[in-house]
């Protein structure tokens, strides 16, 4: 029987073929330097490569993200964050840095890989002049995986500076069928999902990169029922290594998935909204587009006026909101946001005297939650009680033109997804003959544990 494979279609270049080794039978081994060596067969590659292939899917929401330990150190981290998707049995991650500026050195199991009973069951690393490509398979039986949590560290990764170069972009690399390497993917229950995937950056402070620009992890809902939501996102802005000292004034531009999400307001906030005693800065010119928005802030009147920023700080909040039908009802969601420079506007601080300092930057996403509305099955009329007015109301909202009700939830008393005269039946014989009492919610207010196309506009409940 074929073993499990982490990709729907097989790419024949060479590079396939090349430098693939299978991990030593220790969790702890060096990737680099402890892998039995040896090179496998076209004919294997194609059994392990032999799985469905399918888009991510709002349930099943896999984000793969690189991290830099910390600043001044030539060393990346490789992270899984699957809480919002299933067990994860398997992946194929392909990482690429500048060949110019550094090399890569020695990968390292990362602790979920090191705590693992045993060592995965394949493990190969496939390297080119600008990166690597890791396929993983846990466990051929499917007995063995990665539970779903926030934050999996799959692998360390330590990289050495070449010359005075000081700085690498660490991404997940954009790859074609020419290119080197394989999309990042990762294999849950025999399919294979496309990961939304955040890159990072390293720097050895030869040059102080100045200013880095963050979007950070945010939380928004959604109407389970209808789908609306919106979530607000404040992007962070903070010095590299020294203070923001003497800052003028700052340019951002931020894009978005404009098939989730849309941009509805960009403000001032935090200490720039405080700026000219409350009223903000001189200038902010902002831009929205469907794909993204861009901001231009000048402090003061003649530009050179300036303020000092020790710290980080929040100088925008910007709200956005689901497109129409856009979300799949029921799932959690994740949309990426990506600060560019596509949009003819920088990511820069101005300075005075001086110019301005383009940012390095860190993206993030968003993940929009369902909500439901609270609510108490039976209280059709919204008055709080349940009782002959309900069943009275109901009626007259299906056969006399009464109502509206505001809360269907409430009216469906059989919880059947329909609204018609079985609910005031139903009603009517808990109230009056001994029948079964309303389904949940039932003496308290609460959500409808059953996914309908009934919602909950207005009701009484807090």
């Known amino acids: 029987m074929l073993s499990l494979s ?22 702890s081994s060096r990737l680099s330097n402890s892998f039995f060596r040896g090179t496998i067969t076209f004919l294997s590659i194609m059994a392990l490569f032999c799985i469905n292939l399918e888009s991510a899917r709002a349930s099943d929401l896999y984000i793969l993200s690189v991290q830099a330990s910390t600043y001044l150190q030539d060393r990346a981290t490789v992270h899984l964050d699957n809480q919002a998707g299933s067990d994860v049995g398997g992946w194929s991650i392909t990482l690429c840095h500048d060949p ?5 050195d020695e990968i390292f199991f990362g602790s979920s890989l090191q705590n693992l009973p045993a060592p995965p069951d394949f493990h190969d690393v496939a390297f080119f002049s600008s990166g690597f490509t890791i396929t993983c398979i846990i466990d051929n039986s499917g007995n063995v995986s990665l539970v779903p949590a926030s934050n999996h560290l799959l692998y360390v990764i330590d990289y ?21 390497g394989l999309d990042s993917y990762i294999e849950s229950g025999g399919q294979a999902y496309d990961p939304i995937t955040i890159d990072s950056f390293i720097f050895n402070a030869v040059l102080d990169p100045g200013v880095i620009y963050e979007i950070e992890r945010t939380i928004g809902t959604y109407d389970e029922q209808t789908g609306e939501g919106s979530v607000v996102v404040e992007p962070l802005i903070f010095p590299a290594l020294y203070g923001l000292d003497s800052v003028t004034g700052f340019s951002m531009a ?26 903000g800065p001189d200038l902010m010119l902002v831009e929205l587009m469907s794909d993204g928005w861009t901001v231009d802030v000048t402090f003061g009147p003649t530009g050179m006026e300036s303020v000092d920023f020790p710290g980080g700080i929040y100088p925008l909040r910007a709200t956005y909101s689901t497109q129409p039908g856009a979300i799949p009802l029921g799932n959690c969601v994740g949309s990426w946001l990506r600060f560019t420079n596509s949009f003819g506007v920088p990511n820069a601080v101005d300075y005075f005297p001086g110019c ?7 993206d993030d996403l968003v993940i929009l939650i369902p909500t439901t509305a609270s609510f108490q099955r ?19 909202v299906l056969f006399t033109g009464g109502g ?9 008393h059989n919880d059947d997804g329909s609204i018609d005269i079985s609910d005031a039946i ?12 309303p389904p949940e919610p039932n003496q308290l207010c609460g959500s409808d544990p059953t996914s309908d196309g009934l919602g909950c506009a207005s009701n009484t409940c807090p």
């Open 254 to 279: 931020l894009s978005h998935d404009p098939d989730v999400l849309q941009i509805d307001s960009i403000i001032a906030w935090d200490e720039i909204a405080d700026l000219n005693g409350g009223a």
């Open 426 to 437: 139903y009603l009517l014989t808990f109230l009056f003959a001994n029948g079964a009492a």
């Open 356 to 362: 301005c300092t383009n940012a390095c930057h860190y």
């Open 404 to 412: 509206p009700a505001y809360c269907q939830d409430a009216c469906d």
């Open 100 to 104: 110019s500026s550094v090399a890569l």
């Open 6 to 27: 982490l990709y729907g279609k097989l790419r024949t270049e060479p590079f396939l073929i090349v430098a693939a080794m299978i991990i030593s039978r220790h969790p």
């Open 378 to 396: 039976g209280d059709c009329n919204g008055d709080t009680a349940r009782n002959l007015a309900d069943a009275i109301f109901l009626l007259g």
């Open 160 to 180: 050495n500076y070449l010359g005075f170069n000081n700085y690498s972009d660490i991404e997940f690399c954009p790859t074609s069928t020419t290119g080197p």
